[in-house]
């Protein structure tokens, strides 16, 4: 009887919670209903909203605080779509009516990636008046007219009018953004002459309603504020690439420099990855020079992406480095970054495996473990996440003082035998097998790595090559042939030449902070770009460092690796490799060559 009366009073004050507290989703449900446990069990549309909520909702920033929630009530009337101070989102069928109706579910999605990434803007603003201006409804009555709402909740005086707008346009910009960052294409929803904006409108029955309302600007100023926020991002591509060109030709502070720039206008998952790569190759850069045997222990899996969602808008040995304030300092902002990218893209799996060898060199093995063991649940054939993963089993055994060198070999044979022509791999099963005193296996994979015709001319090559033949290896030198570069042009010349003979109104100039240590920005370069068809031409502070050729056709990588034999080092992208060789590099994807890439060299 007892616990009979407790559930009562429990279902009573539940009741009554929900009765009253407008600010909690759970009263919506309440008192609208649920529809996606009703009529929406039947409706497709339900699943595609909620698998664009998820990526919306990890791109956009995060609100302390508060875990956003999406619910779809059981009305067609007001709201359509509302931020809740307790984290919740709502929307209703007639939403998702709006959205879907007459066209396909890619521009049904990309119109609800649009509002989902508004409504979390204003949750990440703590900013509440649309539920502010429904309240202000239900009280005045629904028998009021539409167009005499303005009179209910106008504002006391002009600030906070303008405070109002400057929310809503403040909303809509990063809506632009949350949605462009989750891989959306949106553009074709704003540049039309009739926006989706002014489609909303006339679907919820407002009209130019809000042109005159005084908590909200005109519809014409919010289509401004967005065609504003596509053109700054856009205006600025040039940063990411220059970023990633910079990064592959070695150049990692001036390359964190470009990405951290774009960053300020689109703070996305593929933007920070790489800003993380730039401070992870400074920190093996430093390592290489202080600690020479930690660094040649193991190769760790890293990629860069070479493409932004806005184009649509090792033993570690026994020093102990990470007392080291530089490499210490690095290593940190690389697993700042990694995260940071992470967080953007719940599904993304690069930025993962990225911050698994960033943690190996922090030591921090078994958090690099178990993400590896989450990314192999998802993937088990991710050769990356098998190579990181063995290295990063090894060291927790050896911080834990078990015995785990044999599993982690059994680790890289698995991606061995997927991937046999993968030099990482080759190097770390070699690695592994010399620590347990097994020469002669290890001596097989060490040939095998140095006979590899992909395996890069780099420290690591010379460092077995010496270990195996007592000798240093033949230097590379010049191959036997180059890609002649455009003429016309020069590396090292003066960058004010070639502006005068394209026309200074291509070019375009950015003003990058250079960190001079890990702590603080202590001075300023300036990034030149010009492009004109298929060149881009890079310079930092008036002088040409950097050339690339986009193909017209696309030649084989097997042919250009005959041609021009092993390259000195490989970097990874998202989308295939960069082939680098001395004072010259190939961009590759899908075993396609796509750009030929000159720069200065020495870097």
Not at 116 to 140: Q, S, Y
Not at 346 to 373: G, M, P, V
Not at 483 to 488: E, K
Request: hydrophobic content about 35%; overall charge positive.
């Amino acid at each position: 009887m007892k616990k009979a009366l407790i559930f009562l009073l429990t279902l009573l004050a539940i009741s009554n919670l929900y009765s009253h507290n407008k600010d909690n989703a759970p009263w919506w449900i309440y008192n609208y209903g649920d529809y996606v446990k009703t009529e929406g069990k039947k409706d497709p549309r339900v699943k595609q909203v909620y698998a664009v909520f998820e990526r919306v909702k990890n791109a956009a920033d995060k609100a302390e605080g508060r875990l956003p929630r999406l619910f779809i009530i059981n009305t067609r009337g007001e709201p359509y779509a509302r931020a809740l101070p307790d984290g919740g989102i709502i929307i209703n069928p007639k939403t998702l009516d709006i959205c879907y109706a007459g066209v396909d579910y890619e521009t049904g999605n990309q119109r609800m990636a649009f509002i989902l990434g508004h409504e979390l803007a204003h949750l990440t603003n703590k900013d509440f008046m649309h539920r502010e201006a429904f309240l202000a409804l239900e009280e005045h009555g629904d028998e009021k007219a539409r167009k005499d709402l303005a009179e209910y909740f106008k504002p006391p005086d002009p600030e906070k009018a303008r405070e109002c707008k400057k929310k809503e346009l403040l909303a809509d910009g990063y809506g632009v953004l949350y949605a462009a960052m989750s891989g959306y294409d949106i553009s074709e929803l704003f540049g039309k002459k009739s926006t989706f904006l002014r489609y909303w409108a006339r679907q919820v029955g407002i009209g130019n309603f809000y042109d005159d309302e005084p908590r909200h600007p005109s519809i014409h100023k919010r289509e401004q504020l967005i065609l504003s926020k596509f053109n700054a991002v856009v205006k600025n591509l040039e940063l990411f690439r220059a970023g990633v060109l910079l990064y592959q030709m070695g150049n990692y502070h001036d390359g964190a420099a470009a990405f951290r720039e774009f960053a300020k206008d689109y703070p996305a998952r593929e933007v920070f990855n790489n800003i993380g790569a730039c401070y992870f190759n400074l920190a093996l850069r430093h390592l290489h020079l202080k600690f020479n045997d930690d660094y040649y222990r193991f190769r760790l899996s890293t990629t860069i992406d070479y493409d932004t969602t806005a184009v649509v808008m090792q033993s570690r040995g026994e020093g102990d480095y990470l007392n080291n304030k530089e490499i210490a300092g690095y290593i940190n902002k690389s697993v700042d970054y990694f995260k940071r990218a992470a967080a953007r893209d719940a599904q993304d799996r690069t930025s993962r495996y990225n911050l698994a060898a960033a943690l190996i060199l922090k030591k921090e093995y078994a958090e690099a473990l178990a993400l590896c063991s989450d990314l192999l649940k998802k993937d088990a054939k991710d050769i990356n996440a098998l190579n990181n993963k063995a290295i990063a089993f090894y060291y927790y055994g050896k911080e834990e003082d078990l015995e785990t060198t044999q599993k982690a070999i059994q680790i890289l044979h698995k991606a061995h035998r997927l991937e046999p022509g993968n030099s990482e791999v080759l190097y770390n099963l070699a690695a592994l097998k010399q620590g347990r005193t097994r020469l002669a296996g290890a001596k097989l994979f060490w040939e095998k790595y140095l006979n590899l015709d992909t395996t890069p001319k780099d420290n690591f090559y010379t460092h077995i090559y010496k270990k195996l033949k007592g000798t240093d290896p033949p230097k590379p030198g010049e191959p036997a042939a180059r890609p002649r570069i455009p003429a016309g042009i020069s590396l090292g010349k003066d960058f004010s030449r070639i502006k005068k003979k394209w026309g200074k109104e291509l070019a375009r100039e950015f003003k990058l902070g250079i960190e001079e240590d890990v702590d603080k920005e202590s001075w300023f370069i300036s990034l030149q770009v010009i492009v004109k068809d298929n060149l881009r031409v890079l310079a930092l502070d008036g002088t040409v460092e950097l050339v690339e050729q986009e193909c017209d056709s696309f030649e084989r990588k097997e042919e250009i690796l005959e041609t021009f034999g092993p390259p000195q080092k490989i970097v990874h992208h998202t989308g295939g490799n960069l082939y680098i060789y001395k004072g010259f590099s190939f961009k590759e994807i899908n075993g396609k060559i796509h750009s030929y890439i000159w720069f200065e060299k020495g870097f």
